[in-house]
């Protein structure tokens, strides 16, 4: 998968993550971004196109739907993270909402554009999916259930044509994690790094130094086995649905 001459879509585009990607998207040659966005979006390039997605909101998942009509590559990126303790139900289901439901809704609207150029999902993970913060532990369930849900539609698509990528962010220096004082890597060093690993057709993408360190013991661990292992019970007939 090559970003050149692609279209691509990224949820979550005006600021942080996302707009870095966007940026990057377009240095390596991009023919359209769709950029999510809940608000407005200041791009100049004419490559840009911005849509208003708010990922929890079905009749604008719809409506951009309409707005798109070809799609290479869709990059789940939009999230929140709060710091809270686990004892509001609210606040876990409001991480829900936005960092596990949002990419799956989002992922399952664009799929018809996405087996028809035999395209990519991407979703913005995090490190936090394999072991939690515990301060903010809504935020960690989320995306481990994210991780969850990205490695069953892995699974299951993959006799569709469509790759499914797990990107494991480490701490990166957006407003996200302002609380956190500990070192974190430049926007544009996580953007190239996503897309790198995407053209490397690489599922799991760790794509900055705190993740990189981890990314070995990952893809020779035991749960990436049992991975590889549940995926054959996917039936002939699903998978080529
Ligand atoms: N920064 C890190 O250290 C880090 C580490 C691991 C993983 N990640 C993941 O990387 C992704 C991007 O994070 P970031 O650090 O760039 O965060 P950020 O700077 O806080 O930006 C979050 C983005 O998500 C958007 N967003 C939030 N709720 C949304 C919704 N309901 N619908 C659509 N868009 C929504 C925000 O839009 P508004 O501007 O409208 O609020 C914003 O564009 C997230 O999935 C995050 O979990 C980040």
Partial sequence: MNIANKTVLITGANRGIGRALVSE??????ERVYAGVRGGLEIADPRVT??????????????????VGSLDV????AGIA?????SNPALIEQHLAVNLYGPLNVTRAFLPLLRRSQGA???????????PVPVIPGYSISKAAALNMTQALRALLAGQSVSVHAVFLGPIDTDMNRGFDIPKAPTEVAARGIFDGLERGEEDI???PM???????WRAGAAKAL????????PQSVAAA
């Avoid at 869709?74 to 990126?77: C, E, F, G, K, S």
């Avoid at 709060?82 to 686990?86: F, G, M, V």
């Avoid at 993740?211 to 013991?217: D, R, T, V, Y």
Wanted: charge should be negative; aromatic fraction near 6%.
């Fill in 25 to 30: 998207a377009l240095r390596r040659g991009a």
């Fill in 211 to 217: 993740s990189q360190s981890i990314a070995q013991a």
């Fill in 50 to 67: 911005p849509l208003t997605l708010d990922v929890t909101n079905a009749m604008q998942i719809a409506r951009a739907t309409e707005q």
């Fill in 82 to 86: 709060l710091y809270e303790d686990l």
């Fill in 74 to 77: 869709l990059v789940n990126n």
């Fill in 121 to 131: 999902v991407v979703n913005n993970l995090s490190v936090v999916a394999l072991a």
């Fill in 227 to 234: 991975e590889r292992q549940f995926a054959a019970f996917v």
């Fill in 206 to 208: 760790f794509p900055d």
